[in-house]
């Protein structure tokens, strides 16, 4: 059984930061791309950021860029996402995914597996 693991987040204060880790097991994912997600409170769930197989290649929505970062130890298989400069807006659970294919994707319907997702609050 594969399975995407979440942990980190928490409450937060505006303008701070914190770090979400996504471990998997059951499979490696060493040439699959990964993806964070996130979904608030009565809204759909929304593309965050995304990484390629071997980690050169990122994307990311424009409601985080240059605040958040993503990264992945392929080894470990685990990607993580360092969230600076926090805003309430980015208040959301949040969630990884991982594709079959290398290459990355900010479309949900691309990613096969998904975590059961891990809540981020954050306070003005």
């Known amino acids: 059984q594969v399975l995407l693991v979440e942990s980190g987040g928490g409450l937060a204060q505006a303008g701070g930061s914190t770090r979400l880790s996504c471990a998997a097991s059951g499979r490696t994912f060493w040439n699959n791309a990964l993806g964070w997600f996130r979904q608030a409170p009565g809204k759909e769930r929304e593309f965050v950021a995304a990484?390629?197989?071997?980690?050169?290649?990122?994307k990311y929505a424009d409601s985080v860029k240059g605040r958040f970062t993503i990264s992945r130890d392929r080894a470990k298989s685990t990607v993580l996402l360092e969230m600076n400069s926090l805003k309430p807006e980015d208040t959301a659970v949040y969630y990884c995914a991982a594709r079959f294919e290398g290459v990355s994707s900010t479309r949900q319907d691309d990613y096969a597996y998904w975590g059961q997702g891990t809540q981020v609050t954050v306070s003005s």
């Open positions: 990484i390629n197989w071997s980690g050169g290649v990122t």
